[in-house]
């Protein structure tokens, strides 16, 4: 927040509301719909069981919860999406010109999110009886760094103020302490 201040961006399609009410409801709303993923992991565990039984590897039963989680979760997104572009014409803009850069980014993120949930059940099935309950905290702990260092390597925070980058950087400190305090309590609990 203190960054869009600091480059003048306003509060467009709030519909009155306050930015930060809004922002901490998607944000308390996102944080309790992203837990379910990891409860159908936790949960999923008979059906990565039978996977194994099938044949499938350590590293790879997992997948099998992945898919029946994912499938309906990109239906929705998608179907959502398309309805969203159908209400509003804009489907078109999907082919409008110049928009090849975005394709490639959207394929970049269709790849390495569903790759970076492969690799939290592979992680999972590695760190032992608590690995299902500490491997996605740490995952999203890594994605917000990896998102602020893009930002950073971006130029996002380029024009900032000094208060908002040492807010942002003290926010980072938290999350990697948090990521080590997980890493420990997963050794000691292992």
């Known amino acids: 927040r203190l960054r ?8 467009a399609g709030t519909s009155g509301r306050s930015p930060l009410a809004l922002g901490l409801m998607f ?7 992203s837990a ?15 996977a194994a039984e099938r ?12 898919a029946l989680i994912f ?12 309805a ?3 209400r509003h014409r804009t489907l078109g803009l999907l082919v409008a010109h110049g928009t090849l850069g975005y394709w490639v980014w959207a394929l970049f993120m269709g790849i390495s999110w569903p790759l970076g949930i492969v690799f939290l059940g592979i992680g999972a099935s590695k760190m032992g009886p608590y690995g299902a309950f500490v491997a996605f905290p740490m995952m999203l702990v890594a994605a917000i760094l990896f998102g602020n260092l893009a930002g950073i390597l971006t130029g996002e925070w380029r024009s900032s103020s000094r208060r908002a980058r040492t807010v942002m950087a003290v926010g980072v400190a938290v999350l990697c302490l948090a990521f080590l305090i997980f890493g420990m309590a997963q050794h000691l609990l292992g």
Do not use: H, R
Not at 27 to 33: E, F, R, T, Y
Not at 71 to 82: D, E, F, H
């Open 27 to 33: 944000c308390l709303l996102s944080g309790v719909l």
């Open 36 to 50: 379910l993923v990891n409860f159908g992991l936790v949960f999923g565990e008979p059906l990565a069981d039978v």
């Open 4 to 11: 869009q201040g600091d480059q003048g961006e306003g509060s």
């Open 71 to 82: 499938t309906g979760n990109y239906t929705v997104n998608a179907v959502y999406a398309l």
């Open 55 to 66: 044949g499938a590897s350590e590293v790879a039963k997992n997948n099998a919860v992945w």
């Open 84 to 86: 969203l572009m159908i």
